[in-house]
């Protein structure tokens, strides 16, 4: 392999990341949910851009784009999502597709550099419509049943109106070819601050997390607010409150080191200042690396549901809703990066776990996977105010090229 420094084109990067912000822009950042016409925009503007790279583009019948060779030589597949949360940021997802984009420019069309880069964006990371479903979809994980009953989690849009609306469909699902790729590169910003507080360049993905999310039911008894004594209500909103007390005062001493927990929401029902609720929800979730870990805090949670029942005056049910196994990156890939980054980002980088969840967890089922990491300005994502410096970007893109040619080379 020469040693030669890709001729990675930097202000192209940062052009095509500008273009894909254009589309829903909002604030300093985008409001793009799937299947929205900036989001279609978007997936036409990159199938347009894949020949450039050498490469012949689908849109397939989930929304999924795929950028394929036909350059002899072993085949890396790389690439992320176009979509975004709403109202949230510009680099969440298009980063990696452009990190993917440029490195297919680059490799691809060099004749010196054996194999090829195919570039994939995956539909509905975001969880619009569901979890991951677009590369679920790819490795054979969705069922024509989950589409039928998939909503737009904001509208309660059908997902089978929204694909027909796209002109979507009828058209087949690809699913990967068995032995087609040596493997999956994902880039991504870190949505967290370990890099920018620690002055470094280039997380080294070492495992995504798994998500575990449930729905805890409070059922109590409505009554009137001013009439009812308080010895004999059953509050299930005051139930709720103390429910999530204990799960703070109880998970501490049987988490692992890098566990964490959210209440994403809370409902009350019937909702109204002069009614004690009669039912309350909380949809919780529970993230680790460690399938143990995430085993032991459910079982805690079902013994603090049994407590609360017991102890009245509601009685607690836990249902759990999501399940997203934990995967472990390839150290092939760590390697690949890391050696990348030794010398295209003076070796500023970490090894890191993902707090959060990604396509390449889904891709390591079925085939080696790696994930590269770089800097967030102040740790903040999912929010419009999302940033990452031109200087960092730029030095991704490289460093990621870069491991892209030493995985093709063996």
Partial sequence: MSDAELPVDGARVLADLTTLRGFGAYETGVH????????????HWLADELPEAGLSATIDGIGNVLGQSTKPGLKLLAGSHLESQNYAGWLDGPLGVIYALEAARVINNDPSIA????????????????????SRSYVGDVSEAELDAARDRSTGRPMREALRDAGLEGRARI???????????????????????????????????????????????????????????KDAGLALAKFFVAIDARFPAACGPRTVWTTGRISLEPGAPSIIPGHAEMLFQIRDDDPAVIERLESLLRSLAEDATAHGPCRVTVERVRTGAPARMDPMFHHAIETASATLANGRSLHMPSGAGHD???????????MLFVPSIGGVSHHWTEDTSDADIVTGARVFAEACRRLLAG
Wanted: charged fraction near 20%; charge should be negative.
């Fill in 360 to 370: 390449a967890q889904v891709l390591a089922r079925i085939m080696p996977a790696g």
């Fill in 115 to 134: 194999g090829s880069v195919e570039v994939a964006s995956w539909c509905d990371e975001e969880g619009h419509f569901g979890s991951l479903l677009g």
């Fill in 32 to 43: 793009k949910p799937t299947f929205s016409e900036p989001h279609l925009r978007s997936l």
């Fill in 175 to 233: 699913t990967a070819e068995p032995g087609r790729h040596i493997g999956y590169l994902e880039a991504h910003i870190e949505q967290g601050d370990t890099l920018e507080s620690g002055g470094l360049a280039i997380g080294v993905v070492t495992s995504i997390v798994g998500i575990w999310q449930y729905r805890i039911g409070f059922a109590g008894e409505q009554n009137h607010a001013g009439t009812t004594r308080m010895a004999v209500r």
